[in-house]
């Protein structure tokens, strides 16, 4: 996918026009692209739409209206876009009882170097953003990103069955992609 450039990003009375329409569509885009993993892991699958929607909240809820803030946003989510042969996915967990959430961080260390993609029987494991664990604490927010490799691509292709996964022994489990997030990230891979 070709990266987010300055000039896609909309003005403050621009993109005031538009968000109403934009968010129902990105809406039902990140419907299409969520896949819960089990009752507290989700995963998000990003493009190119769901980075610049980020990116016009972000400047929309901070009324950015200077070009250096508004880089520095397009600096920190346009990596979100994913490159040729990639998937990138923000990884959340979401348990809103605060008291168990405490409970549970510590045990999800290192969760974002659990999560894999199974391509038929081809593990492709994602790389997670460095930082946002600790020895005794992980964040509730990751960014993974997966490099697949050309057997996995020409499997995808020719209809081999998909599915995501975590291999951290406390929150271990594997989900079957459904069709129409098979379909998004496919597409994702063409271009």
Not at 92 to 105: C, G, N, V
Request: charged residues 30%.
């Amino acid at each position: 996918m070709k990266p987010l450039q300055f000039d896609e990003i909309l003005d403050l009375v621009q993109y005031e026009k538009r968000r109403k329409a934009v968010r129902e569509e990105l809406i039902a885009l990140k419907a299409r692209r969520r896949l819960p993993l089990n009752g507290y892991l989700t995963l998000l699958f990003e493009n190119r739409r769901t980075a610049w929607y980020q990116i016009q909240e972000m400047v929309r809820a901070e009324r950015m209206v200077e070009e250096e803030a508004i880089r520095g946003e397009l600096a920190a989510y346009g990596p979100l876009v994913p490159g040729p042969g990639e998937w990138k996915a923000t990884l959340f967990i979401e348990i809103p009882d605060e008291a168990r959430l405490k409970e549970m961080l510590p045990r999800l260390v290192g969760v974002e170097q659990s999560v894999y993609a199974k391509v038929a029987d081809l593990l492709v494991p994602a790389a997670g953003e460095e930082g946002r664990s600790r020895e005794d604490y992980t964040s509730t927010v990751h960014y993974l990103m997966w490099s697949l490799p050309d057997a996995a691509l020409e499997a995808l292709r020719a209809g081999a069955p998909l599915s995501f996964g975590s291999s951290l022994p406390y929150s271990a489990c594997e989900v079957t992609a459904p069709a129409t997030l098979r379909e998004e990230l496919l597409s994702d891979l063409s271009g």
